[in-house]
């Protein structure tokens, strides 16, 4: 079964918007239950979350430890899709079982994860240089798991053509989606996404493919948009963390100005701060997550360098609110 989305632009406004499903990326450390739910407090334009992988465990018992982010009960405010990471049948399978008793009916393998611990052992993109492994995980987790499985990739771990001997393999199996991310496993966030193998994986794929890979703002994603008019959704990750209207500016075209969007930042970045302190054990724990978040944040606005190094060299919870009190009082410019 082929489903390609048709061709079809909306206009509100003055800018043409997507009528497409628009995914929050899987960002392990980043994108957990409390980042999601205070997104969605806060924000809208995503449809739906891919969450940051859960990796399998040899053995039956999954602990609650585990899956706590994905308790259905705390997934309320956005629709999520666990994701596996695994080389593993039987712990992938023990998994999906536990995942589809929690109510998911569907979930997604990793086979994009680039970092070398990863990749070594034959997970995430190290599962792309092995087309045959790759091949009897599909076939041994597809006939025994009741999830539909859905798919997350690059196109290789070493070289882009890599795809060319597993996208084959993906038309072979009953697959909800493949969303591909089009760098190499070896390029981690390098470089810029290859566009022309994307293209060719869209033209061959017979499920429906999701885009993933540096949307930053409108005028970029206008571009894919007219390119790639077949997808059948679009997932952002990096560019979303640091201009969080952008889902929102995608769908319905519209802006709001500078002092507005900060005004809403700072009340979603002080609803995630509260959330995180009675999450966190620690001053410690606290700080390096917020420091984190701000890596992503301080990318929104322009000339915000000089500000952001004051945030990320407080050393107490009292240092840090100050910093993030100053960068909100300096009325930065937002790039988009
Ligand atoms: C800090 C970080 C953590 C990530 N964690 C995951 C993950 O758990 N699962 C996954 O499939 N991809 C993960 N990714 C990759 C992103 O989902 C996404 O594919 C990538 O960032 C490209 O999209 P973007 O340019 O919109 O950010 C991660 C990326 C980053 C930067």
Known sequence: MTVKAQSETITSGNLPVTPRPLYLAPLRGVTDVIYRNTYAEYFSGIDLAVAPFVTTHAGR??????????????NRHMPVIPQVLTKSAEDFITLADHLFDMGYD???????????????????SGLLCNPDSLDRLLDAVLSRISN???????????????????????NRYPLESVTVHPRTG???????????????????????????GDITDVKGFQALAQRFEGVAGWMIGRGMLANPFLPDLLKKGQALDDAQKTNRFQQFHDALFERYRDRLSGPRHLLDRMKGLWKYFAQGYRSSET?????????????????????????????T
């Open 61 to 74: 018992r999954i602990k609650p430890a585990h899956v706590r982010d994905l308790r259905p009960e705390d």
């Open 106 to 124: 569907v979930i997604n393998l990793n086979c994009g994860c680039p970092f070398p611990q990863v990749a070594n052992k034959g997970r995430g």
């Open 148 to 170: 539909r499985l859905s798919i997350k990739t690059r196109l290789g771990r070493h070289a882009t053509d890599e795809i060319r001997s597993i996208l084959p393999i993906f």
């Open 186 to 212: 070896i390029q981690m966030y390098t470089g810029v996404p290859d566009l022309e193998t994307f293209a060719w994986c869209l033209d061959q794929c017979r499920h429906p493919v999701v885009y993933n």
């Open 307 to 335: 500000a952001r190094k004051q945030i990320h060299k407080a050393r107490s919870i009292a240092q840090y609110q100050g910093a993030v009190t100053a960068f909100f009082k300096y009325g930065l410019e937002w790039k």
